[in-house]
C-alpha cells in the first residue's frame, strides 16, 4: 500500500453503543474527477495516537475499479476529520 493521506468525505453510522463504521467515501482524483467507494468490509479496527492525537484506524477492502484493493483511512477524534492514508 502506498502512503497518500488524502483528506476525504465520509458517510457512516454510529450505533447505540458509539461504535463508528464508514460506509462509503468520496475521493477527489487528480483530474479533478471525483470517485465514490463503497467500504465492502472492515478488516481491522485500531485506535492509534498519531504526534498525540488520537486516531481511530480502518484497514478496509472494496472493489475499485473491478479490482479487490485494501486501503486504510483514519478519522481524527480531535477535529473530526477523515483522511484516506494508504491504498
Not at 34 to 58: H, S, T, W, Y
Request: proline content about 3%; charged content about 30%.
Amino acid at each position: 500500500m502506498k502512503v497518500v493521506a488524502k483528506p476525504i468525505e465520509v458517510i457512516s453510522y454510529t450505533d447505540d453503543k458509539g461504535e463508528l463504521r464508514p460506509i462509503r467515501f468520496r475521493l477527489q482524483m487528480d483530474d479533478e474527477s471525483v470517485k465514490v467507494i463503497k467500504i465492502d468490509k472492515i478488516i481491522v479496527k485500531n485506535i492509534e495516537k498519531l504526534a498525540g492525537n488520537p486516531m481511530f484506524v480502518f484497514q478496509c477492502q472494496s472493489l475499485i475499479d473491478g479490482i479487490q484493493k485494501q486501503f486504510e483511512i483514519k478519522y481524527e477524534l480531535q477535529t473530526c476529520k477523515w483522511i484516506l492514508f494508504k491504498i
